[in-house]
T-cell receptor, first 116, second 111 residues
Framework: SAVISQKPSRDICQRGTSLTIQCQVDSQVTMMFWYRQQPGQSLTLIATANQGSEATYESGFVIDKFPISRPNLTFSTLTVSNMSPEDSSIYLC?????????????FGPGTRLTVL | ELKVEQNPLFLSMQEGKNYTIYCNYSTTSDRLYWYRQDPGKSLESLFVLLSNGAVKQEGRLMASLDTKARLSTLHITAAVHDLSATYFCAVFTSGTYKYIFGTGTRLKVLA
């Protein structure tokens, strides 16, 4: 299985600021996924990040608000920009899927963000 | 748009009882995943179901997949308190290469 770490594990931020979340995987993976989980809700896919190309965003998520970097095959960052209280959520990165090194999906421990 | 629905959304059950969680999805897929999430934690993979008729069991949990009915079930046998968690199913869409998660079922097993 893949071992995934995320930093920070949690943060409390002020409205209008930005936070960058890091995701590190212990092996090379082609695709990484970023999800948001609002309190008491299911997971919603924000974007899919391929190394060497622009991230693909889901409906309702835009690059200006959630810029993503994917500089190599083991690392990605997600920035939550110009934050508002509605951005308070758990943010999760994941790897894996058919055709990859892992046939199933593995998740990082998550970043719990609170925006005041 | 692919939709993945679970029912029930909330389930409170006594220890020792059996129950089934249902996961319905709206488009063709032959890959169905079940996850467990404890409060404040990330998701833990439980089962990967890759073909019609697939059945997998681990301890008191058994998952099955019927791709023709677009239905997966997670059956709980003789529930124990340690099974209290939120359970998610997720469907993989090969055309868009992404996972769509169900609404989740919050299970509480009462001693």
């Amino acid at each position: 299985s893949a071992v995934i770490s995320q930093k920070p594990s949690r943060d409390i931020c002020q409205r209008g600021t930005s936070l960058t979340i890091q995701c590190q995987v212990d092996s090379q993976v082609t695709m990484m996924f970023w999800y948001r989980q609002q309190p008491g809700q299911s997971l919603t896919l924000i974007a899919t990040a391929n190394q060497g190309s622009e991230a693909t965003y889901e409906s309702g998520f835009v690059i200006d608000k959630f810029p993503i970097s994917r500089p190599n095959l083991t690392f990605s960052t997600l920035t939550v920009s110009n934050m508002s209280p509605e951005d308070s959520s758990i943010y999760l990165c994941s790897v894996g899927g058919p055709g990859s090194s892992y046939n199933e999906q593995f998740f990082g421990p998550g970043t719990r963000l609170t925006v005041l | 748009e692919l939709k993945v629905e679970q029912n029930p959304l909330f389930l409170s059950m006594q220890e020792g009882k059996n129950y089934t969680i249902y996961c319905n999805y709206s488009t063709t897929s032959d890959r169905l995943y079940w996850y467990r999430q404890d409060p404040g934690k990330s998701l833990e993979s439980l089962f990967v179901l890759l073909s019609n008729g697939a059945v997998k069991q681990e301890g008191r949990l058994m998952a099955s997949l019927d791709t023709k009915a677009r239905l997966s079930t997670l059956h709980i046998t003789a529930a124990v308190h340690d099974l209290s968690a939120t359970y998610f199913c997720a469907v993989f869409t090969s055309g868009t290469y992404k996972y769509i998660f169900g609404t989740g079922t919050r299970l509480k097993v009462l001693a």
